[in-house]
């Protein structure tokens, strides 16, 4: 392979071009393979939980059931304790209107608390849904990634939670989280977001916003029993997370996702 | 050849040694006793996520006492739409067994149009939808529907 001479430390490497391309092939199939698995992993749940006893937390969120009628918004403010006013959501909904021209109208009054009022006549209207939006849970959050004193966190569950003794108040999770599901709270002063009710799930119970859905637009399930009702639902619609391409490992999966949503 | 250590390298290891010795003093009084034992955070932190207390009761906690209201709803197209979907948080109501402390809905067109009122966004096979502006016009959803049996109309 390499000889050295003596002069200066300056080295001679010798190889054959048949050496040189046989590696190079190998370390360009290597890459290659590497980078495909990588990106496809978000197809999967992401990160391969740890402690395969616990459940794996995936929400599943159904447009087409969505009738805004705000319950859930209501009740999470109720739930957890966070003021009516100022305008601070763990989970609202927002309306959609995409008129016949093609542009989106976006609203979400007060959260959606109050119900919604259709603003676009309807002769422009060429179709409306509603989109709840909630903490996405990513297995790969960003939002924990930026916190500088570790007070924010994946739990083995999969649910993204806050320690609040911990939390400095900084604002840099608020600033990471791509889909806007933190704030920091007007009374504790620290970062605050959906728990999905872990002290309810810690109960047995459901979160506080899929117990008042009046149709069940809303589900939450153990992703790693292949046999729960949200794996079967899962293997049975197409389902879509918001911002694939942001690679966060999203686990609320909409069903019935039109494009225009953000 | 005779080793010779410079004489600063002792002093400068005393330095090191007492800074060290420092740090993992602070460390160990600074850091919270279960950081780390899931990851870089406070696995403590979990069972203070655990702690707030319930305001929702649950469908299954109104049921232990309201049998007959469940008999009601369970033959109807609001069986699966909860208690507190409704009445709001229950959990007060569940302890002190109190008329007052749950909310008790009007049945107003407000209330029931709130789900009901027609509107181009709601998909017609998930709920059923009235045009408030037509619909038997200045009476109350309540007087002619239960609210827990809505098809069995009132007189």
């Given at each position: 392979m390499s000889q050295s001479t003596s002069t200066m430390g300056n080295e001679k490497v010798k190889t054959s071009r048949r050496k040189f391309l046989k590696n190079a092939s190998v370390l360009a199939a290597a890459t290659?393979g590497y980078s495909?698995l990588k990106?496809?992993?978000?197809?999967?749940?992401?990160a391969e939980?740890e402690d395969?006893?616990?459940?794996?937390?995936?929400?599943?969120?159904?447009?087409?059931?969505?009738?805004?009628?705000?319950?859930?918004?209501?009740?999470?403010?109720?739930?957890?304790?966070?003021?009516?006013?100022?305008?601070?959501?763990?989970?609202?909904?927002?309306?959609?209107?995409?008129?016949?021209?093609?542009?989106?109208?976006?609203?979400?009054?007060?959260?959606?608390?109050?119900?919604?009022?259709?603003?676009?006549?309807?002769?422009?209207?060429?179709?409306?849904?509603?989109?709840?939006?909630?903490?996405?849970?990513?297995?790969k959050?960003?939002?924990t990634q930026v916190c500088p004193v570790g007070a924010t966190y994946?739990?083995?569950?999969?649910?993204?939670?806050?320690d609040?003794?911990y939390?400095i108040?900084c604002?840099y999770?608020?600033?990471?989280?791509?889909?806007?599901?933190?704030?920091?709270?007007?009374?504790?002063?620290?970062?605050?977001?959906?728990?999905?009710?872990?002290?309810?799930?810690?109960?047995?119970?459901?979160?506080?916003?899929?117990?008042?859905?009046?149709?069940?637009?809303?589900?939450?399930?153990?992703?790693?029993?292949?046999?729960?009702?949200?794996?079967?639902?899962?293997?049975?619609?197409?389902?879509?997370?918001?911002?694939?391409?942001?690679?966060?490992?999203?686990?609320?999966?909409?069903?019935?996702?039109?494009?225009?949503?953000? | 050849m005779k080793f010779y250590l410079p004489p600063q390298i002792p002093r400068l290891a005393i330095a090191f040694g007492i800074f060290i010795s420092l740090f993992l003093v602070l460390r160990h009084f600074l850091v919270p006793d279960t950081f780390g034992e899931y990851g870089h955070y406070r696995a403590a932190s979990?069972?203070?996520?655990?702690?707030?207390?319930?305001?929702?009761?649950?469908?299954?906690?109104?049921?232990?006492?309201?049998?007959?209201?469940?008999?009601?709803?369970?033959?109807?197209?609001?069986?699966?739409?909860?208690?507190?979907?409704?009445?709001?948080?229950?959990?007060?109501?569940?302890?002190?067994?109190?008329?007052?402390?749950?909310?008790?809905?009007?049945?107003?067109?407000?209330?029931?149009?709130?789900?009901?009122?027609?509107?181009?966004?709601?998909?017609?096979?998930?709920?059923?939808?009235?045009?408030?502006?037509?619909?038997?016009?200045?009476?109350?959803?309540?007087?002619?529907?239960?609210?827990?049996?809505?098809?069995?109309?009132?007189?």
């Open positions: 290659v495909w990106s496809s992993q978000f197809l999967l749940h992401a939980p395969k006893s616990l459940p794996w937390y995936g929400v599943v969120i159904d447009i087409q059931k969505c009738i805004g009628c705000g319950n859930c918004a209501s009740a999470c403010k109720k739930e957890n304790d966070v003021p009516v006013e100022p305008f601070f959501f763990r989970t609202w909904v927002e309306q959609y209107t995409v008129k016949n021209d093609g542009s989106v109208n976006i609203i979400s009054p007060n959260g959606g608390i109050d119900g919604f009022k259709q603003t676009v006549p309807d002769e422009d209207i060429f179709k409306s849904f509603f989109v709840p939006k909630m903490c996405n849970h990513c297995a959050s960003p939002c994946i739990s083995p569950e999969g649910v993204v939670l806050i609040e003794k939390c108040g604002r999770c608020v600033q990471a989280c791509p889909y806007g599901c933190r704030f920091i709270h007007p009374v504790k002063k620290v970062a605050n977001k959906c728990t999905l009710c872990y002290h309810r799930l810690k109960k047995g119970l459901a979160p506080a916003c899929m117990e008042v859905c009046p149709t069940g637009a809303r589900m939450y399930g153990n992703l790693r029993d292949k046999d729960s009702a949200i794996v079967e639902y899962l293997k049975e619609h197409t389902t879509q997370v918001l911002r694939p391409n942001l690679n966060t490992g999203s686990k609320l999966y909409y069903n019935a996702l039109s494009s225009e949503v953000r | 979990m069972i203070d996520n655990a702690k707030p207390e319930l305001h929702y009761a649950g469908q299954d906690a109104c049921f232990k006492c309201h049998q007959d209201i469940q008999d009601k709803k369970s033959q109807d197209v609001h069986v699966d739409i909860h208690c507190e979907s409704c009445h709001g948080p229950g959990e007060k109501h569940v302890i002190s067994s109190k008329v007052g402390d749950i909310f008790r809905p009007s049945g107003s067109r407000e209330v029931c149009g709130k789900c009901h009122a027609l509107y181009v966004g709601k998909v017609k096979s998930t709920i059923a939808q009235v045009d408030l502006a037509k619909h038997n016009i200045g009476k109350n959803c309540i007087e002619c529907h239960n609210p827990h049996q809505p098809w069995e109309m009132k007189k």
